[in-house]
């Protein structure tokens, strides 16, 4: 399918760093943006964006930030500002302007991070407000601010729709940039807000596969067709036999 390597997040939901970097070192000639949730990143921390950042690829911080909002604020203002140095700045060169160092040797590897839309658009509205303030202060791109609506663990009821199309307006009215939705609402909140809100399913599932607790699920195929721009697959790559191969029949 055309594109799918530029819409293919690989969650990586493993405890340790040394399993994360084994997954990235294999699969990032491949794979271009993982996800980093709340399991990696409470075991490694920034280190983890450090070291997926090294490599080249970007990260997804998936920890479905809900809090006060200021607290939410200097979080997602936190996250805008994980750097790494792409070389040494040389010697002589330290006292550079910010944006000369950061135009010349820093790199953000944090491209999207979520924000949990129950936290309410106060709360939304100052996260996007500290991720443009930092971002601008850094001369960098702010990164992708979505929110959750309901979890794919959750299973489908008369209400499920109704609700995650409510959340996907409070995120549009708050400013973020889209929403993370299972694939089953994908074709519905396109429709409604537009070709420019981003949607981000998880839950993707060959149609032979288990859903293991992920309830509303549908193939990476069908998430594309009804119009996600990206899909987050975690356990069918993590635990195949070949996680590189099951790329491979993946972004076939």
Same mark, same amino acid.
């Given at each position: ?7 293919? !997040?690989?969650? /990586? ?6 399993? +994360? ?5 294999? #699969? ?23 070291? !997926? ?61 979520? #924000?949990?839309? /129950? ?15 930092? +971002? ?46 299972? +694939?089953?609402?994908?074709? !519905? ?14 839950? !993707? ?22 119009? +996600? ?20 029949a993946l972004l076939d």
């Amino acid at each position: 399918m055309p594109g799918l390597k530029d819409k293919l !997040i690989v969650a /990586l939901d493993v405890d340790t760093l040394e399993k +994360a970097k084994y997954f990235v070192e294999l #699969l990032s000639p491949k794979v271009k943006f993982f996800k980093v949730g709340s399991q990696l990143f409470t075991a490694c921390g920034p280190a983890i964006v450090e070291m !997926i950042g090294g490599k080249g690829a970007k990260v997804f911080l998936d920890l479905k930030f809900l809090d006060i909002p200021n607290t939410v604020s200097s979080a997602v203002a936190s996250g805008t500002a994980s750097s790494i140095k792409i070389v040494p700045i040389p010697s002589g060169l330290e006292e550079l302007k910010a944006d000369e160092q950061v135009k010349k040797y820093l790199s953000f590897p944090v491209f999207m991070m979520t #924000l949990h839309a /129950l936290g309410g658009i106060e709360m939304l509205k100052e996260a996007v407000k500290g991720a443009t303030e930092k +971002a601008n202060e850094l001369k960098r791109q702010k990164p992708y601010l979505v929110g959750v609506t309901v979890l794919t663990s959750e299973a489908a009821n008369k209400d499920t729709s109704r609700i995650v199309l409510e959340r996907a307006r409070l995120a549009k009215d708050a400013g973020l940039d889209g929403v993370v939705c299972a +694939a089953t609402e994908t074709k !519905i909140i396109r429709e409604e807000f537009g070709p420019d809100f981003i949607i981000v399913n998880p839950g !993707i599932r060959a149609k032979t596969a288990k859903g293991n607790d992920q309830k509303r699920v549908m193939t990476a195929k069908e998430a594309i067709e009804a119009g +996600a721009n990206y899909i987050v697959v975690g356990r069918p790559i993590l635990e195949a036999k070949d996680p590189l191969k099951a790329v491979d029949a993946l972004l076939d």
